[in-house]
């Protein structure tokens, strides 16, 4: 028997390969499926089946390619409907990998189609269960994403709690249980950086397992739960319905462009530029109106949540040898018209005699001075509302990165704004996308809110209501 946990930490997601006696399964699949095929091909074994958790909406699984090339069956538990062949289990059907039996357990809630899959070893003891976005580790399924006619919230959360108590609480403590994401994902909201543990463990820390009743398990699963990021509903519906091929988007995006050929595709495709190198390098020099998202963080996520239209064609500038890992990380989630990427990158821009812009970028002892001066500068604080409501500087207006799009309209395209997240990722990206809206004096804070504590700046640790933006 061999379980294999395929875990991808930009995405917080894992996949899982087993293989018995020259048979494999796959378990929520990445879009892109070489590794599985390659895994497969190594223990000379054939694929068998492609189980799904459930529509997934954080990102495009590769169930479809990875069928069609394997020839595998797609198995849904029960009530999914699918635009594709698919086998739609019954509650409690079993199949057979090699001397390993898999038992199909409904468990809705998150979404109505959720189904845990059980496995047993060839003795028949319960070895392992693959939760997906019920159970996580530390954490249980958002029940906000796939309401569906009268359902509410509380309605779906209600049955997530039966869903556990009576189909995975039963199983022995002993139990491994299998999660499809970690720490990072939007998927939970206290999600442990453990990607796997024993369910009798859980029983003992795991918050919502150990609610006293239904009712004190609906409101705590509910409560202070964040609007899911735009690009779900659209991943979940072509998870349900279909997709280009990923060896099609693959060479479609896969496309040299000399400087004049780069800049004749943003004018003619009316292109997003997206800038994927470290934000302190972009800093430095970049194709005005670019939007820089570093390969080196939640790439794909950010893309997700900040470019609105899944069909937007995108023209990537990439460190040379990263043009692949791009394409691939953005078709994770649905981004599938990238269509070129700039050959020689930021080097044969400038070498070209084309224009180059800049952001500033300041330490956090060189803002301590300039606030010290003008305590009533503009400083924007873009990190999550839970990070600004536990700790923040005293005179910093809240506006998080994932909501940009609804508050630069705020924003005085004539005034300065110093900008920080955690660590300086996420105010590059703020302040790239500010720039490329006409905010001409934009200054990064190289370090963020991390570097920020070192300084003599005054902090509250306490959630309260955040600042006005000035006129």
């Given amino acids: 028997m061999n379980i294999e946990q395929i875990y991808t930490g930009c995405l917080a997601e894992a996949a899982y390969y087993i293989e018995s006696n020259g048979e494999a399964a796959i378990i929520d699949p990445l879009r892109e499926v070489e590794p599985y095929l390659k895994k497969a091909e190594k223990d000379r074994a054939k694929i068998k089946y492609i189980f799904e958790t459930h529509f997934h909406a954080d990102f495009v699984s590769g169930h479809i390619d990875l069928a069609e090339k394997s020839g595998a069956d797609i198995v849904y538990g029960p009530t999914a409907k699918t635009s594709f062949k698919s086998h739609i289990a019954k509650d409690g059907e079993q199949f057979k990998v090699g001397d390993l039996t898999i038992t199909a357990l409904h468990t809705p809630g998150h979404t109505p189609e959720s189904t845990t899959y059980l496995l047993t070893d060839k ?12 159970l996580f580790i530390g954490d249980v399924g958002r029940p906000d994403l796939a309401q569906q006619g009268s359902l509410t919230v509380e309605d779906m959360a209600a049955t ?20 499809a994401h970690g720490a990072g994902s939007a998927c939970g909201k206290n999600m442990s950086k453990e990607t796997f543990d024993t369910l009798g463990h859980q029983k003992e820390v795991n918050y919502a397992l150990k609610a006293a ?59 997003v530029i997206l800038d ?38 995108l023209l990537l500038i990439v460190e040379d040898g990263k043009e692949e890992e791009a394409i691939t990380r953005l078709s994770r989630v649905g981004y599938d018209n990238t269509i070129g990427y700039l050959k020689g990158g930021i080097a044969a821009w400038e070498a ?5 812009d800049i952001i500033t970028s300041i330490s956090a002892e060189a803002f301590e001075d300039i606030v010290n001066a003008d305590p009533d ?13 536990a700790e923040h500087l005293e005179n910093t207006l ?25 660590g300086g990722y996420r105010s590059m990206i703020a302040a790239s996308i500010l720039k490329a809206r006409g905010v001409d004096h934009v200054v990064d804070i190289a370090g963020g809110y991390g570097a920020i504590k070192s300084t003599g700046l005054k902090r509250t640790d306490f959630a309260c209501p955040s600042k006005a933006m000035k006129d």
């Fill in 160 to 179: 997530l709690y039966d869903s556990l108590h009576n189909k995975i609480l039963t199983l022995p403590d002993d139990v491994l249980v299998y999660p």
């Fill in 398 to 422: 809240a506006r998080p990165l994932d909501y940009i799009n609804e508050w630069t309209k705020e924003i005085d395209t004539k005034q300065t704004y110093y900008i920080h997240c955690a």
């Fill in 276 to 313: 994927t190198r470290d934000p302190q390098v972009f800093a430095k020099g970049f194709i005005p109106s670019s939007v820089n998202i570093g390969l080196n963080g939640q790439f794909a996520p950010w893309v997700g949540a900040l470019i609105t239209d899944l069909k937007q064609a």
């Fill in 352 to 356: 070209s005699g084309k224009d180059i």
């Fill in 213 to 271: 009743t239904k009712e004190q398990f609906i409101k705590e699963v509910t409560d202070g739960i964040l609007p899911p990021p735009q690009y779900f509903a659209k991943n979940a519906e072509m998870n349900k319905h279909g997709y280009e091929s990923f060896d099609d988007v693959y060479e479609k995006g896969f496309n040299p462009l000399n400087p004049d050929e780069f800049e004749a595709m943003v004018n003619h495709a009316g292109a």
């Fill in 377 to 389: 500068v503009n400083a924007l604080d873009v990190r999550k509302p839970g990070e600004y409501e």
């Fill in 123 to 134: 003795e028949g003891k319960s070895y392992c269960i693959f939760t997906g976005d019920t």
